[in-house]
């Protein structure tokens, strides 16, 4: 068999801009997580390709670096779900405001002129935004939106992973969560979730990241 590397290029800068784009991440810990992300992002290419440079040269799973590859591969689609899941969840809390603002329901944001350590201020400046800026009220619903797909194929295998479940579906357990083959194409660790429909998916962390780029226009769609 002839050895090659794994034709996988080092998105991570993409996947930051992205990130780092979404409305509401201009809180410079919000833009920390996004930039942890994508630097372990990068690591994990690094690790991915020599997983499958030495799965062509042996012509079998090196299981050894495939369970390494594998627990980083997961733990990473853990961390992107999570910073993922907080943002859609403020992004929710500023529409709300912004609504019941209008409507004359909640109080204006008041920004205290000598915060503690305790206050959040990007969050309190973008809350009093979302009460006057209906243009970013706008830019939040469409980002949410263009990241909805990707983010429901992160859920998917997420639950699937950490919780050992079928998403969307109470009680439901889900069978050999964990279970990952290295993917013939792009040498990243691919992973087989059921959706809320019953159907079976594969998702890697390849897959995920192309996902996003290709919702918001930074790569074409070839996966």
């Known amino acids: 068999m002839n050895v090659r590397e794994a034709p996988l290029p080092d998105e991570s800068e993409a996947l930051y801009d992205v ?41 079998r799973t090196p299981v050894p670096q495939a369970l390494f590859t594998s627990a980083l591969s997961q733990m990473w689609i853990f ?18 405001h912004g609504k019941q603002f209008v409507a004359g329901q909640v109080q204006a944001t008041v920004i205290p ?13 973008a809350r009093a935004r979302a009460e006057r800026d209906q243009e970013f009220l ?32 109470k009680g439901a357990k889900a069978a050999n969560a964990g279970y990952a083959r290295i993917d013939p194409l792009t040498g990243s660790m691919n992973y087989q979730f059921i959706d809320k429909d019953g159907y079976s998916n594969m998702a890697s962390r390849h897959s995920i990241v192309q996902h996003i780029l290709c919702a918001f226009g930074a790569v074409p769609d070839d996966t």
Do not use: C
């Open 113 to 125: 002129a000598e915060p503690d350590h305790t206050t959040n201020l990007p969050f309190l400046h």
């Open 19 to 59: 990130l780092e784009s979404l409305p509401l991440m201009d809180d410079l810990f919000l833009r920390m997580q996004a930039q942890n992300i994508a630097m372990v992002n990068a690591h994990i290419i690094d690790v991915d390709k020599a997983m499958y440079r030495q799965y062509m040269e042996e012509e």
């Open 79 to 96: 961390a992107l779900y999570e910073l993922l899941r907080m943002w859609r969840q403020r992004v929710q809390e500023m529409l709300v």
């Open 138 to 169: 706008k830019q939040m619903r469409e980002a949410r939106d263009l990241i909805e797909m990707p983010y429901r194929e992160l859920e998917g295998v997420r639950v699937t992973l950490a919780k050992h479940e079928v998403p969307k579906i």
